[in-house]
């Protein structure tokens, strides 16, 4: 008798970890994959800003780099969920890093052609493979662990994801910015073309190297995924008498309303998040003034804050339920959009860096909150969760038209729809009805 009581201690301790023992070493090299795609989106931010000065282009024509990479998130995230139904999670993130590291080694021709779409088709095959990353990624750290601490797992794996942001944009300033030539966009008009081909190579150089040394990253992070023994996921299974077809899983899940009302929020944060970064270099140089590797500081700063708080919420999720935190910060943010919407100046600058204090906590805390209750169909639930960052594409080229119409401040006004909405979703719209 005592044995049995003692088993179901051991049992019960195991289950109440966030992190077990057993699944230690395969979150860890997980959680490499979310700071490895944090870096990659990250330095997409700044090539915002370089491919804008390199080949004269207009807001809306260099927010395609984001309309790109976030709409390849959109096109792969289904099929990585059928090759994951078939396969396993393992096989997903596999395929996935091998994606990453060929878009990123498809920025050495691209530079040698010297033209910006083939720029935006690596950017595609990359983003193509982060979609797989994070479609697998995601749901298998939720499911590889005890279900009562899922959320809080979940926001440990991502709270790693900022370190590879503060990565990225410390790249893109140091290797990248920086090596813009100071002629304005009136001077290289008058150029001869040899003259700017010359400008132009060494700048596409400076975006083309460090991205061949990220997929020697990846190769090695993809060597100690494969020959690793990772754990079996945790997800229901699909019983006998349960329809497994693309329609009467979608269907189920459109049955779920707080899922639904949780792929809407992703959407909405996505292209809340995206379009904040994408656009606070812009927005700096416009209301404070200086260069793009300056105004980058200011990005910096927001990743820095970002990555902070992530962990702080992580701790504040022990004493404050997960959804409830969310809907205040949803609010707090909302409030400083329209600081920086009717202020600016170095005040809306600095508000620009708080929002990104409270957007911390939003992805997987959504993530968590949508998947619950959704069993067997969790695999597709989390790619329709992936396929709402399609937000970042869609919402940052709203922005980008808005800005070039209006003016950069009230291009905000998209970010601040997405935090309304956010507010009510962690208030009402996450809870489960039966």
């Not at 080694?105 to 983003?127: D, K, W």
């Not at 992703?266 to 998040?273: D, I, P, S, T």
């Not at 992936?386 to 905000?412: H, K, N, P, Y």
Request: charged share 10%.
């Amino acid at each position: 008798m005592t044995d049995i009581l003692i088993t179901n201690k051991v049992i019960k301790d195991e289950n109440s970890k966030v992190i077990p023992k057993s699944i230690l070493i395969p979150f860890i090299l997980l959680t490499s994959c979310f700071a490895l795609w944090g870096l990659a989106n990250n330095m997409t931010d700044v090539l915002i800003a370089q491919f804008r000065k390199v080949f004269t282009l207009s807001d809306m024509q260099s927010g395609l780099v984001q309309t790109a990479f976030y709409g390849a998130y959109f096109v792969l995230a289904l099929p990585a969920a059928i090759f994951i139904q078939r396969f396993s999670y393992k096989a997903g993130v596999l395929l996935g890093l091998g994606l990453f590291a060929s878009g990123a080694l498809l920025f050495y021709p691209a530079a040698q052609m010297m033209e910006y779409m083939p720029f935006l088709m690596a950017l595609f095959v990359l983003a193509g493979g982060l979609s797989i990353l994070e479609t697998s990624a995601n749901p298998y750290i939720i499911a590889m662990g005890p279900q009562e601490t899922a959320t809080r797992r979940l926001n440990i794996a991502q709270a790693f994801n900022p370190v590879g942001s503060i990565t990225g944009v410390l790249i893109g300033k140091l290797y990248i910015l920086s090596q813009l030539n100071p002629a304005t966009d009136a001077e290289r008009a008058v150029m001869s073309a040899n003259e700017l081909d010359v400008i132009q190579a060494a700048e596409l150089n400076a975006v083309m190297l460090p991205y061949i040394a990220v997929a020697a990253v990846i190769v090695v992070v993809w060597l100690a995924i494969a020959f690793t023994k990772m754990p079996q996921a945790k997800d229901q299974a699909i019983t006998s008498d349960t329809d497994s077809s693309l329609s009467a899983t979608f269907a189920r899940l459109a049955k779920k309303k707080h899922f639904v009302r949780g792929v809407i929020g992703q959407f909405f944060y996505v292209g809340a998040q995206i379009g904040c970064w994408s656009w606070t270099i812009r927005y700096v140089m416009t209301q404070v003034g200086g260069t793009e590797a300056e105004a980058s500081n200011f990005l910096l700063a927001s990743i820095v804050v970002f990555s902070a708080f992530r962990f702080i919420c992580v701790g504040l999720m022990k004493y404050i339920a997960p959804e409830k935190l969310l809907a205040a910060l949803a609010l707090v943010a909302a409030g400083l959009v329209m600081l920086l919407m009717t202020v600016g100046g170095i005040a809306g600058a600095y508000a620009l860096v708080g929002i990104s204090a409270c957007m911390s906590l939003m992805f997987p805390t959504i993530f968590g909150l949508s998947l619950q209750d959704l069993g067997s169909d969790s695999k597709f639930g989390g790619s329709c969760l992936i396929m709402a960052i399609l937000g970042g594409a869609v919402l940052t080229a709203i922005m980008g038209q808005l800005s070039d119409s209006f003016g950069i401040q009230a291009a905000f006004v998209v970010p601040f729809i997405g935090f309304a909405y956010l507010v009510y979703f962690g208030l009402k719209g996450h809870k489960i009805e039966k």
